[in-house]
């Protein structure tokens, strides 16, 4: 059975996020959520996932693509789920450029791409624990 990101009960995630609530995404306007500078990010949470991953962007891996990462993803994002901000199982590497196109940051939600990664990621998640 497949695993996708609206069987978390969080239905398409191709749908504006609620632009209200403290939630906040980098969005035209330049916000950012507070989690980003707080120092178990920065320092602990964050370091973490890019050694984890081996500092390599696991969508390109997943093509056969080895390009460094220098981001680190929200999975289901915080305006979906913000007790997850600091879940490791959440968070992934990403380059610049895959990072970019997972977001539609004019309209503050994922794009195509952002969503199908979402859910490779959260079914090769699964895979893993099911088979250790």
């Given at each position: 059975?497949l ?7 969080l239905?398409?995630l191709?749908?504006p996020h609620?632009k209200?609530?403290?939630?906040k995404m980098r969005?035209k ?6 989690i980003?500078?707080?120092t178990?990010?920065v320092k602990r ?6 050694t ?15 390009e460094r ?7 289901v994002?915080?305006s979906f789920?913000?007790g997850?901000a600091?879940d ?6 990403l380059?610049a450029?895959?990072h970019?196109s997972f977001?539609?940051?004019d ?6 791409a ?6 490779w990621?959260?079914q090769s998640?699964?895979?893993r624990?099911?088979?250790r």
């Amino acid at each position: 059975m497949l695993v996708g990101l609206g069987d978390l009960g969080l239905g398409s995630l191709d749908q504006p996020h609620a632009k209200g609530g403290g939630i906040k995404m980098r969005y035209k306007d330049k916000t950012v959520n507070p989690i980003y500078k707080t120092t178990k990010w920065v320092k602990r949470v964050r370091p973490k996932v890019l050694t984890r991953d081996g500092q390599q962007c696991q969508n390109c891996k997943r093509f056969g693509k080895a390009e460094r990462a220098t981001t680190v993803h929200h999975v289901v994002p915080l305006s979906f789920d913000s007790g997850r901000a600091f879940d490791m199982e959440n968070l992934v590497s990403l380059c610049a450029k895959c990072h970019g196109s997972f977001h539609r940051l004019d309209q503050g939600c994922l794009s195509q791409a952002g969503e199908q990664f979402g859910q490779w990621w959260i079914q090769s998640r699964a895979a893993r624990l099911v088979l250790r």
